[in-house]
């Protein structure tokens, strides 16, 4: 805290170092200002007008109407009120009202009425009234007429639980009460899932029930200790061989090996093609060309599985079809049947 002397009054006061003043309180400031008032006479019509004298120089005019006029304003009358008003001169071919309530006066009564269409009720069948935008988003005339559009409903029996629930106006083809009974309609044994559609499911079940296999959720102990194992090839790799799941802080249960082998799999089946690529003879590939590109020979950091035929063009996920590829050489390809691979023999010979 400092000590000032008042600029007003002459009396000591205290202020911070921060924040220096120059009175001691607002009516010394307020006083101060009254005496530091000017008059000045307005350059258009000659009236006293007060400012403070450091304002001198940029004030002329006592309100807006003389500082048009000074400016080389003209006088326009109002259509509405027939009064005389200042307007600038790029204001003169715009402006034709003098006030926001004489436009107001001007435009009512003026304005066109919109046009009203009639539909009928679908509760009540009876017409009423809407505009045009509505046609297609109207459908009762009332909200009572929708409520009891809505409260009618029919008694359904569940197709699981056999129980009896109220079906809306909305679910008239409902056929389960609850989303528990759509999920047990919906879920299947295992024994009864075919073979062909298995996708593992059965071999791992017995491998559980044997004690061969940790429980279901096993990944989530092993993640924390930095490794884990695929629930498909049953290798113990590390968490950075998985994709991250949607799940926060989880990963998936297959590795990324099996991932983008179920994914090739995957379009192979809706392509409606040969698909009798296993995981095992494309490993064996990848080790006849010594982990080489089939189009040029360079060293592999990344393999690229690519199809001699494609697959867009009728080609089968065949050990016959597919051939190791780098991710230049297999994106330049792209459909083509033009490039013709190279056998291990001429790989490794280069």
Known sequence: MTIALCQYC????????SRPRKYCSMNCYRNMRRIEQVTIACSVCNKNIFVH?????????????????????EIKICETCGKGFHVMKYEKHRRRFCSSECFGNSTRGKRPTTTL????????EKNFSIKKHQLHKVKFCSQICYGLHRRTRRELNCLTCGKLFWATQGRQDAKYCSIECVGMANRRPVDDIPIENDGGKRKRHRMREMGLLPPVDWNRNEMHEGYQTCTKCLLRKSTTDFYMSNAYNTTQAWCKVCTKHLQRRRRARINNVICTLTLKEWNEIITFYNKRCAYCGIELETVTIDHIIPISRGGDHTKNNVVPACKSCNSRKHTSMEWIPMTPDEVLSL
């Open 53 to 73: 004298k450091a304002n001198k120089r940029g004030i002329k005019h006592c309100s807006k109407a003389c500082k048009n006029k000074g400016q080389g304003g």
């Open 10 to 17: 002459n009396k000591e006061f205290k202020h911070g170092v």
């Open 117 to 124: 269409y009639t539909t009928l009720c679908i509760q009540c």
